[in-house]
């Protein structure tokens, strides 16, 4: 029988001498960083790994030894390219967020902003609670319209709910997001809880129809399962709802909606607390035309799309790892037009000026097919 000791003790000089070989190997790559940070050549060169791996997998024996030549020799190159970005950086090599630029705190005042919705909707709320009273404040019907506010600058910010704490994201405006070339710059949650208005002094039972918005009809589907005979009709929003119902004044009909945007129309609060989850926020981003950020800002949007290759993912996940940032949220949307096809939506604690940052979207960028940065805004969370 062999000796375990005896063989771990082999291995271990075997992994100095990988290690001894590992170093050197590195010490060339950062030559032809060097290389590459004068002539401008790209740091990743698919046909040159495809070649290598190739020629090693045929040096290797047997199908064990040629798949695990093949995943080794992957990571090694990988680990090269990651030092190649950092060199780059170090070198203040440009990359793709070089149109940002940093402000101490964004324009608050004469400003205009457009928000989706009528007043007394959540995202007149979420526009209130970011903005100070000095701003021009508009409403237009849908999403787009207000990407299109922005986009044609007659709005310097559009307010949008992009994730509700109960029901997920709000999936139009992902989708709106790589569609425009607008910028996330700012965030603010909102704590939502819906309540049902009616006509003052009508009771539940004389209730028929429901109105309100996909989102709010379902955060509050549970609620509406205890009363399967109301006929649910969707609206464009909630406070939309609420208007319908006041100018209507029909006794069946009720909408779901805010307590505020009940006050607002003169209508009753039927019952409370409907939604199923008592932690109900609504999280609004702030977008605008023009890719700026706050010094403070502490998180960082990024779309990417990747070749419908296995591991791809895990590779696109490695920069945030290997620079060690931590990644917060990630979301995945079908492409339009490429079946099985997604595009990832990532995002990461940190501010555009730290090396660490910049590194891993160097990686990204290089590496992902069409990486976009949204924005970079936010506070840190209090821990
Ligand atoms: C080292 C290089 O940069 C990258 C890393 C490679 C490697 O580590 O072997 C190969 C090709 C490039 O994607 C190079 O261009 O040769």
Redesign the pocket.
């Known amino acids: 029988m062999t000796d375990l000791l005896e063989c771990r003790k082999e291995i271990d000089v075997i992994d100095k001498e990988i290690l001894r070989l590992f170093e050197k190997?590195m010490k060339?790559?950062e030559d032809?960083a060097e290389y590459?940070i004068h002539t401008g050549?790209k740091?990743?060169?698919?046909k040159?790994?495809q070649d290598?791996i190739e020629v090693l997998k045929e040096s290797a024996h047997g199908e064990f030894n040629e798949l695990g030549a093949q995943e080794l020799f992957q990571q090694?190159?990988a680990i090269?390219?990651k030092r190649?970005y950092q060199l780059l950086t170090k070198n203040g090599v440009e990359n793709d967020t070089k149109d940002y630029e940093m402000v101490d705190a964004l324009p608050m005042t004469g400003v205009n902003v457009v928000f989706q919705g009528v007043e007394g909707a959540y995202s007149y709320a979420a526009m209130r609670a970011y903005f100070s009273d000095a701003v021009n404040s508009y409403h237009v019907k849908t999403f787009r319209d207000a990407m299109e506010e922005v986009a044609s600058g007659k709005a310097d910010y559009a307010v949008l709910p992009i994730e509700n704490s109960t029901e997920g994201i709000v999936t139009d405006i992902y989708d709106l997001l790589t569609e425009y070339q607008l910028y996330i710059v700012g965030e603010q949650g909102v704590k939502v809880e819906h309540v049902l208005l009616g006509i003052p002094e009508t009771s539940l039972d004389e209730i028929k129809t429901v109105y309100s918005h996909p989102q709010a009809l379902a955060q509050c589907k549970k609620y509406l399962e205890s009363h399967p005979d109301w006929k649910i009709v969707k609206t464009e929003n909630t406070a939309g709802a609420a208007k319908k119902v006041h100018e209507e004044m029909n006794r069946s009909q009720a909408a779901i909606a805010s307590r505020a945007a009940g006050e607002l129309y003169g209508l009753s609060v039927m019952a409370e607390n409907i939604c199923y989850n008592d932690q109900n926020v609504t999280r609004f981003i702030i977008v605008s035309a023009h890719p700026v950020y706050e010094k403070s800002a502490a998180k960082v949007s990024v779309c990417f799309e990747l070749p419908h290759e296995s591991g791809t993912l895990y590779n696109m996940l490695s920069h945030f790892i290997y620079n060690g940032l931590s990644m917060t949220k990630i979301e995945s949307r079908p492409i339009t037009g490429k079946k099985w096809e997604y595009r990832f939506f990532v995002d990461f604690e940190g501010n555009l000026e730290e090396p660490a940052v910049k590194n891993a979207l160097r990686g990204l960028e290089a590496e992902a097919n069409r990486m976009r940065v949204l924005g970079n805004y936010g506070q840190q969370e209090e821990q």
Not at 43 to 46: E, G, M, N, P, R
């Open positions: 190997r060339v790559c032809v590459k050549k740091v990743l060169d698919q040159r790994e290598k090694i190159m090269s390219r190649q």
